[in-house]
């Protein structure tokens, strides 16, 4: 790639970025989703496994047992306490995680092309000097690259404060599993990308944020579905499982990235102006 071409995208990504800081909309959900998911859910499941008496918690694991024996089968050896901190905080959780990337690139995706349009700056934007296929790449980095960088801070927030949180039930360091690492460095970048090219394939044919994020937020029930396979113990996501997980899920990402760049049509685009 040209010099040129690359301060082009560097600049694009640059003005989103710096649009996206100054939005209370983009901004608020960026940060109490991730402080709710890395620092309240885990204190709070550590606490209930110190506080449920121990009658309350063998109950709560026989009913769990009808549900997941695959994966009680893997806590073998543990205290009811313990079972109940790692199948919450290391199994459960882990599904669910994937909504913080998911969820952040839904929102700066949403803020790209209808942002622009419900702000009245795509005009300027059209007729910029950037090839099409250079302007929708723009556009995805800008969502992709900071749900990463925040996925990445989320994990490792999330992990201190489930060891620390836990500490008191489990006596060790019990996060990050390798599925765990699989999970943030293989599949975590790829739902991001996925979310941010639906979102951005969204965005180009609605007019508002609202309208773009509402509508691109349908990528988080494959999440939810996958929570609730593995609570009903129809699946558990072990490291081959989630490796082939992120394959899918990076398939899915470049097939959305090549219709993106099919769809890209800037007389479309003004035509919606």
Do not use: C, H
């Not at 929102?107 to 419900?118: I, P, R, Y």
């Not at 005009?123 to 690259?145: F, H, N, T």
């Not at 639906?198 to 944020?209: E, Q």
């Amino acid at each position: 790639m040209s010099p040129s071409r690359l301060r082009s995208i560097r600049a694009v990504v640059a003005k989103d970025l710096r649009v996206a800081r100054s939005s209370k909309a983009v901004t608020l959900p960026l940060i109490i989703v991730p402080l709710v998911f890395v620092v309240v859910l885990p204190i709070g499941l550590a606490l209930l496994a110190r506080l449920t008496p121990a009658q309350g918690t063998e109950d709560l694991m026989r009913q769990l047992e009808s549900f997941s024996p695959t994966l009680l089968e893997s806590l073998a050896g543990l205290e009811d306490a313990q079972k109940f901190v790692v199948l919450a905080l290391v199994y459960m959780m882990a599904p669910l995680f994937l909504v913080l990337p998911t969820m952040v690139a839904s929102v700066l995706a949403a803020d790209s092309f209808a942002g622009e349009k419900e702000r009245k700056t795509i005009e300027a934007l059209v007729y910029s000097p950037i090839a099409d296929r250079d302007l929708l790449l723009a556009k995805m980095l800008s969502g992709w690259l900071p749900a990463v960088g925040i996925g990445l801070v989320a994990f490792v927030v999330y992990s201190l404060t489930a060891n620390l949180a836990a500490w008191p039930v489990m006596g060790r360091v019990f996060l990050p599993t390798w599925m765990w690492l699989v999970l943030v460095l293989w599949v975590m970048p790829a739902a991001a990308a996925v979310s941010l090219g639906a979102t951005v394939l969204v965005s180009l044919k609605v007019a508002t944020f609202q309208e773009a994020y509402q509508i691109g937020g349908v990528v988080v029930l494959p999440i939810v579905a996958l929570t609730i396979g593995q609570a009903t113990g129809v699946m558990y996501l072990s490291v081959w499982l989630t490796f082939a997980l992120g394959l899918v899920l990076w398939a899915v990402a470049g097939l959305l990235l090549y219709l993106g760049g099919k769809r890209m049509a800037r007389t479309e685009i003004l035509a919606q102006v």
